[in-house]
């Protein structure tokens, strides 16, 4: 019996478990999941637990922005099916409830490593940190395959809405923020352009979902008017959650799916999506 509890004592200890702490956080679900892969990466490089900090989710303009809340990114993604080169990897979570769950685990908070941000490269010259891309220290060598699924309901309410839309085509039309960032995005995401890339991309016997964060969705009545077109509105199981970022994680599962896909800008999606078939906006 002894022998056991030594044996667990140590198999439970002798975990290193590293804490990331002092970075600009305000972003929204798609920048953190970059963040989240690279931190990823780095613990499964360094042979170490990590514990996934506290998100702040949140833009300033645009659907998502009704509030700026908190998040380990739980919500979204099921970290118990995490994999990492295929096998898989286990992960604490940052919350209100981190030095019970490390106690638990027979592992005293303040001896827990630390990744400091503003003790790197960018934090000591006083840049934006909040975009872990850009933090050398960070970065590691070789390729990683990291495999970390939406949850299932999440997979389940977009499975509905694919078998509705039959063959489709999933336009994403980013407005909101972008449109004082870009030249001429405001003029590439109108539907005199949408409709243009559509009618070089497919015919009438597609249905068009159009996903975007344009909360005045007049702004595409041409385009319903000659494609059989949906919007989140259009579906029951889509509208009413407590934060749009689950909105955001199902529409991705959809354009995912999708027979054609074109997006705002040309560039590749998270989540093995890759890049879309066309784009609205060319600088």
Known sequence: MVVFIVLLWIFVVDKSYIKFENFQKNAGLWHHTYNLRVILKYAYHNNMIPIIPMFELGEPEGMGSERIFDSNLSEYYDYSELKIDGKPFEVMLDDEHLREKLFHRGVIPNTVDVFDFSK????????????????????????????????????????????????????????????????????????????????????????????????????FDDITKKYNTYFYTDFANLKGFDD????????????????????????????????????????
């Not at 933090?135 to 977009?158: R, T, W």
């Not at 809405?161 to 407005?175: D, F, S, T």
């Not at 999708?258 to 890759?274: L, P, Q």
């Open 244 to 283: 749009n970022y689950k909105l955001f994680s199902i529409e991705l599962l959809i354009m995912k799916s999708a027979n054609k896909k074109v997006s705002t800008f040309e560039r590749n999606y998270i989540h093995n999506i890759g890049q879309c078939d066309r784009w609205l906006y060319e600088s």
């Open 120 to 219: 790197t490269h960018l934090g000591k010259q006083g840049k934006y940190v909040g975009y872990f891309l850009g933090i050398e220290e960070l970065m590691v060598d070789g390729n990683v395959d990291i495999e970390l699924p939406f949850h299932q309901h999440l997979v389940d309410i977009s499975s509905n809405v694919i078998h509705h839309l039959g063959k489709y085509v999933c336009v994403h039309v980013r407005r909101g923020d972008v449109l004082s960032q870009y030249s001429d995005i405001d003029e590439a995401t109108q539907s005199e352009n949408i409709l243009k890339v559509l009618d070089e991309l497919v015919d009438d016997s597609y249905n068009v979902y159009i996903m975007t964060n344009e909360f005045d969705l007049s702004l």
